[in-house]
């Protein structure tokens, strides 16, 4: 089988369904993962879904993701605009990233303007909700080859 795709979730992110619904959406983690799970096995790719209150947990899998992941899709919730140290982890890893976020940030706060994250992402999806997943997910699966 081929390498797994790594989906990374950041702080608050387990609280998805109860957090601000009228911003995040009534879906918890545990839905998105289902429709994930769901959708990989459609396209034949294996997937770890994650999710940590602590950068440093974030870093760790990161890391460990190097001799294992194939690709990984980062919700880093509010660490998106603060973490240098899960940058540095992302660009030393060399992976293929993308970015997802459930709200479009650019319609929020000046502050969820910034990402450390964007500039070493191939993709950036975000405003699409739960749904944003399941196109990273497109995004990263090998395409099927034609025969
Ligand atoms: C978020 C947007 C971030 O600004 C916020 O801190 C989050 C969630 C999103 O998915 O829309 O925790 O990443």
Known sequence: ???TILVLNGPN???????EPEIYGRETLRDIEA?????????GVAIAVRQSNHEGELVDWIQE????ASGIILNAGAYT?????????LRL???PVIEVH???VFRREPFRHRSFISPI??????????RGYLFALEALAPRPSRE
């Open 81 to 89: 605009h603060t973490s240098l140290a899960i940058a540095d982890a």
């Open 93 to 95: 890893c060399s992976l």
């Open 102 to 104: 459930l709200s479009n």
């Open 121 to 130: 992402a191939r993709g950036v999806i975000c405003g699409l909700g739960a």
């Open 1 to 3: 089988m081929a390498a």
């Open 35 to 43: 429709a994930l799970q769901a959708r990989a096995a459609e396209l």
């Open 65 to 68: 993701a190097r001799g294992t």
């Open 13 to 19: 992110l387990n609280l998805l369904g109860e957090r």
